[in-house]
């Protein structure tokens, strides 16, 4: 029963409050629906190139909440609206999965006055057969500029899509798919496909009746249908290159198949030009929305395919302007140099002073970078305390961070002066010897862990010394807390330099952790429950990735209930402080739910917490990913049975991400649009010496992350 209840929650729930987006100017919301973690509405407006008030659905994917995302526009057959293959073709989850919008335009102008327009099925209303007709009357029945030249720009102007298309339908809207296609410049639409479509509409009664009335009679105006029809303007104009494919699916038991579609036309046509065409003949099925939908899913991949192909081929965007002349005349004076600055240096357990530190010059393997900016993290406070296990003073802390390279080492190839890098404390080595970095297992390359654990570079030594000489240990292959750091080429992550280093610097621990989480070591579905404990910025970031991937319930749990409001404009749908509850936080959480969340996170580090996020996962299927770091010596324990009965205790190191592969294309995706991240940053500093009060704020209950720009 909690199943199906959950299955019919994100299947069709009419929530116009929730399911939709902002209505744009001139436009009236008809309906709206939440649907496999995204929104459907129906829109009316008043058509420019019709005349007439015009209804049209937009299908928005999880994915459109965080930047444009590419869109399929269906046409529909015979007697169809927009409603047909909404309700009837088994869309919505193909295309939430894959990530594109949906456009369901109307089949043809209505109420327009025109003559017989509403005399019979195959002319008039319900029939405008994708053509700009000329005949007297007729003048609203534009369908060919409205569907291909104003509904776009409509949708493109309005809605979180971006310019990339492709086109399919049925039957008559399978014609309009194709002919709108082949005429269309390349580059306009992606792909095209369609479901049982009239192929040669020039020559069958349907299509003849349709041209003769839109088109005129005469033989000067048949001589224009070809410019309509499929089979002809693929002999005419054909091949089509930038389609790699045609796909075509018929039904073999289709009762207009021999009379009215002649699929035989198109592939000959398309035979004779040398045009990649699939013809799929499907056995018994007919002319209907069974047969739709039982192919619907194919084809939503096969233009999500050909879409993505697409966006690979579009320029990269403009760079912004590199590394400063000036800065690089600098770093060709100080490389090979030791390099005098400041640094925040840790003497000991909560003894944290901002002194002037020597960072010797990058030795075989090894990168000196100037640190733009950096943002503190717990773990760095969590190290400062005394907790961590590893910790070492005296130290310079700090791990996440932007920076621009100043020198490199001997044998250093992936990198030069001026490269923006996010180090990584979490290496990729990509040696061929490396089966941590050949395997998709993982992401914990152990090429430097042994040395970096002592805190010191991988020859053994330390490239960070006072004044006096007095050597300073490393952090996590990172240290950031200073003006120059040393890091180990496999550490260095480079990145675009159109993304700014206060940003970017979020990608070097916690955001990139808590959706990796998500995305990686969990591989969260749509349609999933959730429960996230510890709403710091791991925590947010793990509530903002499983919104992306289409979670239907997200449960932030945390004691600090002034959290809540943040957590719900991530994703979060239920907010929870134990501390209100008498019963345990488990019994809280069965209880919404009857079996527990299917994925649960602990972002808290507290071993109490971990125990509590694992029993609160569902029986039989249940992961509990631990996120958190542990103070020194604590372990964690739970009943056997808890595993016994089916849930899973994972745990996660950088979001399950490599790091040099990976935390450029985040970054990419960041620049895009579909991460946002400018809402994790609640402080804004200036200078090392500042490092001190961004302790402080951490410390604080209101502070996502502190970044110290030096």
């Known amino acids: 029963a909690d199943a199906a209840a959950r299955r019919e929650e994100r299947a069709l729930v009419l929530h116009a409050a929730a399911a939709s987006p902002p209505t744009p100017a001139g436009f009236e919301q008809l309906s709206a629906y939440k649907v496999h973690g995204g929104s459907l509405v129906k829109y009316r407006h008043e058509s420019a190139s019709i005349g007439l008030p015009m209804t049209f659905s937009v299908f928005l994917p999880p994915a459109a909440a965080n930047g444009p995302v590419p869109t399929v526009y269906w046409l529909s057959g015979l007697t169809c609206t927009d409603d047909n293959c909404v309700q009837k073709g088994h869309v919505f989850e193909a295309a939430a999965s894959e990530g594109v919008a949906c456009v369901f335009p109307d089949t043809s102008p209505r109420g327009a006055g025109a003559p017989g327009e509403d005399e019979a099925y195959d002319f008039g209303t319900g029939a405008g057969f994708y053509v700009n007709a000329t005949e007297k009357g007729f003048e609203a029945y534009q369908m060919e500029s409205y569907v291909a030249e104003e509904l776009p720009a409509l949708v493109e102007s309005h809605f979180p899509v971006s310019s990339l298309k492709s086109i399919f339908g049925h039957s008559m809207g399978g014609h ?162 030791p390099i005098t600055c400041k640094a925040a240096v840790a003497w000991a357990p909560n003894d944290l002073r901002t002194e002037t530190v020597v960072v010797a010059p990058p030795k075989a393997g090894e990168v000196r970078v100037k640190v733009i900016a950096n943002a503190l993290c717990h773990t760095d406070i969590y190290t400062l305390q005394g907790d961590d296990p590893e910790g070492l003073f005296p130290s310079i802390l700090g791990h996440e961070a932007g920076a621009v390279v100043e020198s490199v080492g001997e044998g250093v190839v992936s990198l030069k002066p001026g490269d923006h890098v996010v180090p990584c404390y979490t290496p990729q080595c990509n040696e061929p010897s490396c089966i941590f970095c050949a395997s998709p297992k993982t992401n914990l390359c152990p090429s430097i862990r042994g040395t970096q654990g002592q805190g010191v570079m991988p020859d053994g030594t330390s490239r960070f010394s006072t004044v006096d000489g007095e050597p300073i240990y490393h952090f996590m292959g990172c240290s950031t807390f200073a003006e120059y750091t040393v890091i180990a080429e496999a550490s260095a992550a480079k990145i675009n330099p159109a993304m700014p280093m206060e940003k970017a610097c979020l990608f070097g621990c916690g955001i990139s952790t808590g959706l990796g989480a998500v995305w990686n070591t969990c591989e969260v579905e749509m349609g999933a429950s959730v429960a996230v404990f510890g709403l710091g910025a791991v925590g947010l970031s793990v509530i903002q990735g499983a919104k992306m991937a289409g979670a239907a319930r997200i449960i932030a749990i945390d004691i600090n209930k002034d959290k809540f409001a943040t957590a719900i404009s991530y994703g979060a749908t239920d907010c929870i402080n134990p501390e209100e509850h008498d019963e345990s936080i488990v019994a809280v959480i069965t209880k919404m739910t009857q079996w527990g969340c299917d994925y649960t996170f602990d972002c808290t580090g507290n071993t109490g917490v971990m125990r509590s996020a694992l029993e609160a996962a569902h029986r039989g299927w249940g992961v509990s990913c631990v996120i958190g770091v542990a103070a020194a010596g604590k372990e964690i324990s739970t009943r056997p049975f808890q595993l016994v009965t089916g849930r899973r205790w994972v745990g996660t190191a950088f979001g399950g991400w490599k790091s040099r592969q990976s935390v450029p294309r985040l970054i990419e995706r960041s620049l895009a649009g579909e991460i946002k991240v400018d809402q994790y940053i609640t402080h804004r500093l200036t200078g090392v010496d500042a490092i001190g009060d961004a302790v402080e704020l951490l410390h604080g209950g209101d502070c996502l992350r502190a970044v110290v720009t030096y």
């Open 176 to 337: 309009g798919a194709l002919t709108l296609a082949f005429k269309a410049p390349p580059g306009k639409y992606a792909s095209v496909s369609a479901f049982s479509p009239i192929c040669n509409p020039s020559a069958v009664p349907w299509g003849e009746k349709a041209f003769a009335g839109y088109l005129g009679s005469g033989e000067e105006s048949k001589a224009a249908w070809g410019a309509h029809d499929a089979a002809e303007l693929l002999k005419a104009h054909g091949p089509f290159p930038h389609y790699a494919d045609i796909l075509i699916d018929q039904g073999d038991a289709d009762e207009f198949l021999a009379e009215q579609l002649k699929p035989e036309a198109l592939t000959a046509a398309a035979a004779a030009v040398g045009q990649p065409l699939s013809l799929r003949m499907r056995p018994g099925f007919g002319h209907d929305y069974f047969f739709i939908s039982t192919y619907m899913p194919e084809h939503i991949r096969f233009h999500a395919k050909a879409l993505r192909a697409a966006a690979a081929e579009l320029p990269p965007p403009p760079l912004a302007a590199g590394t400063p002349a000036d800065l690089l005349a600098a770093f060709a004076e100080s490389t090979g140099k």
